[in-house]
């Protein structure tokens, strides 16, 4: 095992100590099979446990870790399979593959399905892959079609990649040893897996439902081949699927010879000659210098006459085989390059197939492979790039016109030598501006570890570069970062398999040691700026994408709760991605707006809880809160509104709103308490007819609460959901006298808004007025306050004049908004108790009090806790409309954050 290596000392206060690496700690990159890791979309990180048959799982950038439940073989006998060797996760994140080899019998490949929440998953198949025909490679079809950035900083869409096949989902490409394809699929609306297998070294076409002849291994020279890497291409615009397989050749086991048992020293040993193989099949066994390519179609035909339904045929043509020049093969990718972002009309143009060869992506084949030579030193490392080209279809007779298909070409596109260093991994990306890009994780073979007598907790072992498509040199727009390790570990259990996260923000990466396993978290290139500086405007890209994409943005929020960014960086960067969601709204403005309002309260919460300064961690708290205030406000009016029938409401759903009714009030009460704290009588009058307060007064002006006030949009919310409340309460004022249980939901609503200490009609009169003045105010300075979460300088005078109007009018009985009936009484029952009464726990979501089931779950963006995943005890209980309103949070918390189960929930946002 490499050790760090000590040299001479120098004097007495200077010492260097270097870590060196051997070549066995690079060996395990052409080991097979790899450790596999996959980040979701929706940021969990998919593992395989180091000894067990399991997959275990973890949210970034939160500490909720669990497992996917084992399909029933594997849990009925666990010792009977390997840890899975293959795990890919669908691009939508609603579907998980994971392949678990068997230890001396079959295998069992597994489909899950996931539940509303990021950690329930349940197993919708598993079948058995025989033993000499595990799995090597998977890949899902039907990918969302990805979005970059055109000049106007607009967004448009890239081509789709691969076969589109709307009549299945999902659809899962495999590549097994044997050489076979294997199609899974589930048609729509059909629960029942149906898998079509091809070969993929001979032409084949195969339909739905037709028998799979049982073919032997593939012999040649008296040696089975072997499929032991594979690779699968999804070009964009490119109906063809492209696989590259890496093979070796085994000793058949009729001539493979027993293993000696030493303890059987009875028998004599004598070497039986054997015809099976001659001497000089030694030579041909082990890995092959070439790559075997093969083209997939999937294919559709009518079934029957008179019937809409089709059948889905796979047809497989190999093509010619692609040699290489390395002698140990680490690593085998597809490269595919988009041609450019779509116009709007190419996006709902129905013939996206039928594009020119000229206007689909190109297509590379990235080969990396080492030379061990005499394995006296550390490997020399190498990257090869070949381009793949589909050549035009030539003319086909009739009789062979399923045979005669377009052929592809390969041609050597680059090389690139990595010496003395090692290429560890290599992720191929699409950047927000549609440029292709390669990551490249290059790591040293030695280095310091010990300068004046200090050693550091850890040192750079490598760095991770992004190389040109073109030629592999590295990008001069883009800045490398550092692999960093232990220092007590540099140069061991390197970091040789990583994923790349959702939003091309940070790197995770696994050791190739069984126990214990070195993971780590590396913070990817970032594209540069004019003056050389990490560009904001990519990271505010970033987050415009993401939002619309649907995908999770943990690691955008991670990277700027860091405290490399200021919170003025930070707000900046969420004022870019605002600006741009509005120039690509759709019409829908509101949704960007509460997205970012959602990312903006998840980044505030982070930051507020890694702070170390009492009175910043306040300031920020009350930023994020204020965040998710609007959020509740505006999840509430669409309660209300999906519950209005007529010209009243649901009265089947009178306590579901009397819940969310009493949230507003408190909020109103809330924000109208700040408005009198905040107001100054005594201040002079300015020359512009504001009012100037003292120093106190200007910084409760900063109170992020009153942002309500004066954004357009945040008091447009307030006025509607005062308007709700009224409505509401006239109608059930209006009702006439019924059971119990409606007089009493009656009484407790009038008692709520009768008694707030608030006039709820003079308060909406003066909103409207305040919404049509807000209107008026400079739009990019309303983007800036709801990014920062509080009322910014250049609107505070506006807002003064509304707090004086509000402080000074009949608006507010201010008795009785300070002092409650309530806090009486529970004053004394303090002081008879000797406790403080808790607070009863409300649902993030409906705002009623919490059942205290187990059907809680927990949102890991803002710690909210909802029951709203319970299952209704009764239709009354349960109405059809409010239900309907409910089933709209069961994918998401308000705040856009992810539900997942209360088990392990803290220490959140760390890496």
Not at 385 to 405: C, D, G, M, T, V
Not at 471 to 478: A, G
Not at 507 to 515: D, K, L, V
Not at 802 to 831: A, E, N, R, Y
Request: with cysteine.
């Amino acid at each position: 095992m490499s050790s760090p290596s000590v040299s001479p000392s120098k004097g007495k206060t200077r010492e260097a100590t270097h870590w060196k690496a051997a070549w066995w700690d690079f060996y395990p990159l052409a080991e097979r099979p790899k450790r596999p890791v996959e980040w979701s979309n929706s940021s969990v990180i998919f593992t395989a446990h180091p000894t067990q048959s399991l997959v275990t799982a973890r949210h970034f950038s939160s500490s909720k870790q669990f497992v996917i439940p084992s399909p029933a073989p594997v849990l009925a006998s666990p010792t009977a399979y390997e840890p899975p060797t293959i795990i890919s996760v669908a691009s939508g994140d609603e579907w998980l593959f994971a392949y678990f080899p068997g230890r001396s019998g079959d295998g069992i490949g597994c489909i899950w399905k996931r539940g509303t929440q990021i950690d329930n998953w349940s197993v919708k198949e598993c079948w058995n892959f025989t033993r000499s025909g595990g799995v090597v490679a998977a890949k899902w079809l039907n990918s969302p079609r990805e979005r970059v950035t055109k000049s106007s900083i607009t967004f448009g869409r890239l081509l789709p990649r691969g076969p589109l096949t709307s009549i299945t989902n999902p659809t899962l490409i495999l590549v097994t040893q044997d050489h076979q394809a294997h199609a899974c699929y589930f048609r729509q609306y059909s629960p029942t897996l149906k898998i079509i297998k091809c070969s993929l070294l001979s032409p084949t076409l195969r339909l739905e439902g037709q028998p799979v002849p049982v073919n032997g291994p593939v012999a040649g020279s008296g040696a089975i081949r072997e499929c032991v890497d594979a690779a699968v291409g999804l070009g964009y615009g490119e109906s063809s699927i492209l696989v590259a397989m890496h093979s070796r050749r085994i000793p058949p086991q009729s001539a493979a010879i027993p293993p000696f048992d030493a303890m059987d020293i009875d028998v004599p040993i004598a070497l039986q000659p054997t015809t099976d193989s001659a001497p000089s099949d030694w030579d041909t066994w082990g890995e092959e210098q070439f790559i075997d390519l093969c083209e997939i179609q999937f294919k559709h035909y009518p079934i029957a006459l008179g019937y809409d339904g089709m059948q889905i045929g796979l047809f497989t043509n190999p093509l010619p085989p692609l040699p290489y020049p390395g002698k140990c093969l680490t690593d085998l990718l597809f490269v595919c390059t988009p041609p450019g972002p779509s116009s709007p009309s190419e996006m709902k143009s129905p013939s996206l197939q039928k594009r020119s060869e000229s206007e689909k992506g190109k297509i590379y084949l990235a080969i990396s492979h080492l030379d061990f030579e005499d394995f006296a030193s550390v490997p020399k490392s190498e990257l090869n790039l070949y381009s793949i080209i589909r050549q035009p279809p030539s003319p086909a007779s009739p009789r062979s016109k399923e045979i005669s298909k377009p052929s592809w070409n390969y041609h050597p596109h680059a090389t690139r030598s990595f010496g003395p260093r090692v290429l560890a991994f290599a992720a191929p990306t699409v950047s927000n501006f549609g440029e292709p890009l390669l990551y490249a994780g290059i790591l040293d073979t030695s280095g310091p570890l010990m300068i004046q007598q200090t050693k550091p907790k850890v040192v750079q072992i490598g760095e991770i570069k992004v190389l040109n498509i073109s030629d592999l040199t590295d990008h001069e727009n883009w800045e490398s970062s550092p692999i960093m390790s232990e220092s007590s570990k540099a140069g061991r259990d390197l970091p040789l398999r990583a994923a790349v996260s959702p939003n091309h923000m940070f790197a995770f990466t696994i050791s190739s040691s069984n126990w214990p396993v070195q993971t780590g978290l590396h913070a990817l290139p970032r594209i540069l700026d004019k003056n050389g500086g990490i560009s904001a405007l990519s990271l505010s890209i970033s987050i415009a994408s993401a939002v619309l994409a649907r995908k999770s943005t943990s690691d955008l929020t991670h990277l700027l709760s860091l405290p490399s960014f200021t919170t003025e960086e930070v707000a900046d960067i969420l004022f870019h991605a605002l600006e741009i969601l509005d120039k690509n709204d759709n019409g829908m403005p509101h949704l960007s707006t509460w997205d970012m309002l959602g990312i903006s309260a998840g980044i505030y919460r982070s930051r507020a809880q890694h702070s170390k300064d009492d009175s910043d961690r306040e300031v920020l708290t009350a930023r994020w809160q204020t965040a998710h205030d609007i959020c509740s406000l505006m999840a509430g009016n669409m309660a209300f509104e999906d519950c209005h029938e007529g010209e009243g409401y649901d009265v089947s759903a009178a306590w579901q709103l009397i819940g969310i009714s009493t949230w507003i009030v408190n909020f109103t009460e809330r924000l109208m308490k700040q408005c009198v704290l905040s107001w100054d009588p005594t201040g002079q009058q300015g020359g512009n007819g504001a009012q100037i307060s003292s120093n106190a007064t200007k910084k409760m002006l900063e109170s992020p609460i009153l942002l309500t006030l004066i954004h357009p949009y945040a008091v447009q919310n307030v006025l509607t959901a005062l308007r709700h409340v009224r409505q509401f309460r006239s109608f059930l004022g209006s009702l006439p006298a019924g059971g119990e249980n409606a007089h009493i939901a009656k009484d407790v609503l009038i008692d709520l808004v009768d008694r707030s200490g608030v006039d709820f009609t003079a308060l909406s009169n003066l909103l409207e007025e305040v919404v049509k003045a807000s209107k008026m105010l400079d739009a990019q300075e309303c983007r800036k306050a709801l990014t920062l979460c509080y009322p910014t300088p250049t609107i505070r005078p506006h807002l003064h004049k509304i707090i004086q109007t509000v402080s000074q009018s009949s608006i507010l009985h201010k008795s009785t908004l300070f002092i409650k009936p309530s806090d009486l009484v529970d004053g004394v029952s303090m002081l008879l108790a000797g406790a403080p009464k808790k607070e009863k726990d409300r649902d993030v979501v409906t705002k009623g009090i919490l059942a205290k089931q187990n059907s809680t779950v927990v949102c890991l963006r803002c710690n909210g806790r909802s029951d709203i995943l319970r299952e209704p005890l009764s239709p009354s209980r349960f109405p059809s409309r409010w239900r309907n309103w409910e089933n709209v949070w069961k994918q998401r918390c308000i705040c856009g954050g992810p539900w997942t189960s209360p088990a392990v929930n803290k220490g959140f946002f760390q890496a």
